[in-house]
Structure formats: C-alpha cells, structure tokens
C-alpha cells in the first residue's frame, strides 16, 4: 500500500553534509492530559530550537541555512494545517525539497527531532506493523461497505449493494452515507418486504460478492481483514472468502462513517 512504498523510499536515500534531512515526530493528541492546552506547539518550537543550536555548535554555515530553510517550511506547513492536526505528525523535509513528506496521523507518536543524512523512520515502520494495510469489511445485510485504511487513516471507500431485481451487487465508490437511495423510512419498508427472501437467499448472494472481496484484498495488498456486522450476517459471508479473516467484530456501524469506523476498529 502507500505508507509501504513510502517508507521503502525514504530507506533508499542518503544525502550529504551540508545537506541532511529533518525527520520530525510530533504528538498533537489533544485527548492526552499532557496536551490539553497546546502543548504540542512549545514542544515543537523547543525540538526546533534544540537542532538550530546543535548545528550552530558543530556544524557548518551551509548546514545551518539549509536547516532554518527547512525550519521556515515546516513551521508554516504545521501553521496552514493547524485545523487538520488529528493525534500526531510525521514529517521528513529537507532545504531542496528533494525529501518532503507530511503525514497527519489519528493515532499518537512519541515526539522526536532527528537531523541526519537519512530519514530516520524507525517510529513510522513500528507504526506501520502496529496499523497494517487494512480491508475493513463492514456487513449490513444488502448493503456491503469496504474501508480501507493504512496508518489508521481512510485510504479508499467503496460500498456494494445488493439489487434485489437483478441481484446482482452494485458497486459505489466514494463515502458511504446512509440510505443514500432512498427516501424517509425507506431502508425499513425495503427490509419488511424482502426480510423472508433475504434470509432464504443470503447465502448464495454473499457468495457472489465474496470473490469480489477476495480479488481486491489480493490487488491492494492487505495486511489483514476485519469483518464487522451481526454475527450471523458477518460469519455467512465470511464462511465464503477465500481470504483469511483475522478479526471478526459483532456490532452493527452500518450508520457510521468511515472515519469513525476506523477509529471503532484501532482505538478500541
């Protein structure tokens, strides 16, 4: 997925002095004691304040420009996207631009300052294997969605509903919203009049679905899948993958968006 070939990239690079790169973790998590006042914004400014002086004491003039360059960007990049700060920043830049990379992340970091000819990325990898490539299959009787996430973030939407006519299963891209095609009351009356049908044919339905499911866990390359939905309704289409289930959750968040789906599946 993204963050993989991310990380292959920043492994491969090696610059010299006076040329280096700023690899920059920062904790923003305003749900923690310690960040409930902005704390994040003084431990930002003292990280920075601690490198300048770093390299004033023991490096070169060229080395010091090129770190208050990337010092200026990174500082205006945090101040442009203060509003979009979710629980922590992982950032690596440097002066040319050759390096820059910005990650807003949901999930906490431990803050850290690195000044290296390479990007230091231990942390984003222990993230990486923390919060794998995800398929998050969420099960609601006729209607299928599949998030994918990455680092806890929503990478892709893509919802499945079933055409009762047809019954074939019809594919939406985009945020799921809740009885996006019909009107008031109208999920409720389509489940009374085909509540018997549904139950005497879900299983055959589901497992028209299941190798569409299989096919995308197979092209982008998930790490792991997580079924939600009531039990009976997630397990008939999980008995009919191919694809291993790691974790299957029995709660209804057919209602839910996408982001708090996740957050349900990686902060819980």
């Known amino acids: 997925m993204i963050i993989t070939k991310k990380i292959e990239e920043l492994k491969s690079i090696q610059l010299e002095e006076p040329n280096k790169i700023l690899s920059m ?31 004033e004491a ?44 910005v990650n807003f992340l949901q999930m906490p970091v431990e803050t850290n300052f690195y000044w290296e000819e390479y990007p230091v990325v231990d942390q984003l990898q222990e993230l990486k294997e923390k919060y794998p490539a995800s398929g998050i299959v969420v099960v609601n009787q006729e209607d299928v969605r ?10 892709e939407s893509i919802h499945y509903m079933l055409d009762l006519e047809t019954e074939d299963w019809r594919q939406h ?4 919203h809740a009885d996006v095609t019909l009107g008031k009351g109208g999920k409720s009356y389509q489940q009374e009049q085909f509540k018997d049908r549904f139950e005497a044919n879900k299983q055959r339905w589901y497992k028209n679905l299941a190798p569409k499911i299989d096919k995308k866990a ?26 291993n ?20 599946v990686f902060q819980s």
């Open 173 to 176: 891209e985009g945020p799921h």
């Open 25 to 55: 973790y920062l904790n923003t998590d305003r749900s923690s004691m310690d960040q409930q006042n902005g704390e994040w914004k003084i431990k930002l400014k003292n990280g920075l304040k601690k490198l300048e002086e770093y390299i």
């Open 245 to 264: 289930i790691d974790e299957l959750i029995g709660k209804n968040l057919g209602g839910r968006s996408d982001h708090e789906i996740v957050s349900e």
């Open 218 to 243: 197979k092209d982008h390359n998930w790490e792991q899948i997580i079924m939600i939905g009531e039990k009976e309704e997630a397990l008939q289409l999980k008995e009919q993958m191919n694809k």
């Open 146 to 155: 599949i998030v994918e996430a990455e680092l806890g973030q929503v990478r």
């Open 58 to 101: 023991g490096g070169t003039k060229e080395a010091l420009k090129n770190f208050k360059k990337i010092k200026d960007m990174v500082n205006k990049e945090i101040l442009d996207h203060e509003r979009d700060l979710q629980r922590g920043v992982v950032l690596f830049a440097s002066a040319d631009q050759q390096v820059w990379s």
